[in-house]
C-alpha cells in the first residue's frame, strides 16, 4: 500500500507499540510502511543504539540523518564516522549558512537563551532537518527519546 493512502490509528498503534519491544517496535513500523522511513543521530554516546535497533529488526540500515550544526565536538564526528564505516547508511545534512556566515551577520546565537538561540536551532538543525524530510521523503522517523532527561520528553508518545 502506497503511503500515501495508508491510514494509522495513532492510539491504537501506540496501545499495540508500548507492549513491544524496540526491535519488534521497528519491524511493526516498516511492515506497515515499507518506505520513507527514516532515522536520525545526534552522534552523542547513545546514537548507536538506534542504528543497532534497525540492524537487528531489518537486517539492514534505512537512511540515518545526521544534522551538523558545525558545533559539535572531533569525538562526534569521529563517532559518525565509524557508524558509517560500519554500515550505517548515514546522511549528512547542514545548514545552507555557513557557521562563519552565520556569526558574522547573526552574531554568536547560540550564547544565549532567548529568541537568539530559537533563531540559531532554526538555522543549524530544523532547516537542515525538514530539509532532509523533504528530500528523503520521509514518512515515519525514528528516534531515539529517552523519556527520564525532560518531563517533555517524559509525556511523548511511542507513535
Known sequence: MSKSNLKIDVEKSNRILVGL????????????????????????????????????????SIPTIFVDTGHYSKETYLFVDQMEKEGVDIRYYHSTMSKKRMES?????WENNDEDFDKFL??????????????????????????????ERSKSHIF
Open 21 to 60: 519491544s524496540p526491535s519488534e517496535r521497528i519491524k511493526w513500523v516498516y511492515d506497515k510502511f515499507q518506505e520513507g522511513i527514516v532515522a536520525t543521530t545526534s552522534g552523542g554516546r547513545t546514537s548507536r543504539l538506534v542504528p543497532s535497533l534497525i540492524r537487528e529488526a531489518l537486517g539492514t
Open 122 to 151: 532554526s538555522i543549524t538543525k530544523h532547516e537542515p532537518l525538514n530539509r532532509a524530510f523533504r528530500e528523503l521523503n520521509a514518512a515515519v522517523w525514528i528516534r531515539g527519546i529517552m523519556g527520564f532527561q525532560t518531563s
Open 105 to 109: 551577520l547573526c552574531g554568536n546565537l
